[in-house]
């Protein structure tokens, strides 16, 4: 969507502009989201919130709508939001996404949830125990004593 169709859009009758937004919505989806539904009465928020999410869903220029379905599927069971994770199989479905991929999207989400638990844990763990980790942990040297990278990643503390 272009800034000047964006500009539009705001510029119109809320009246007229949320029945035009859903009905978008529901052409691309084939339904319309249960959040939306529940916006829908409440312009100020509806309309920019459904003009922010139509850019980042349907607006990349880089990422097929096959990938953002999957993407979206991989997020939503990191985040166990079920009711989204299922809107999005059935999106995902519709568009003739194989199973199998939607399960590899899941999976993934899963491994990062997982990933996620354990980077929190085992820092809210080790900060209980001061110390004990630097005795068993080496610090990694880095490549080279100017390197941003290394720096900003703490190899280069002695």
């Known amino acids: 969507m272009e800034l000047e169709d964006i500009v539009e859009i705001l510029k119109s009758d809320p009246e007229k502009v949320i029945p035009e937004l859903l009905d978008d919505v529901r052409e691309q989806y084939g339904e319309v989201p249960y959040i ?8 100020e928020i509806f309309i920019p919130k459904t ?16 990938t953002v379905e999957l993407i979206s599927i991989g997020v939503a069971s ?5 009711h989204c994770l299922k ?13 199998e991929k939607i399960f590899y999207a899941i999976m993934i989400g899963a491994s990062l949830s997982n990933a996620a638990v354990l980077a929190e844990s085992t820092r809210a763990l080790a900060s209980e125990f001061p110390g004990e980790e630097e005795e068993n942990e080496e610090k990694e040297d880095c490549c080279d004593p100017d390197c941003d990278v290394c720096n900003i990643a703490g190899a280069n503390i002695k």
């Open 36 to 43: 939306m539904n529940f916006m829908k009465d409440l312009p």
């Open 87 to 99: 809107m999005h199989i059935r999106i995902a479905k519709r568009k003739g996404i194989a199973k």
């Open 78 to 82: 990191a985040l166990r939001c079920e």
């Open 51 to 66: 003009l922010y999410d139509n850019s980042i869903m349907r607006e990349f220029k880089n990422l097929d709508q096959e």
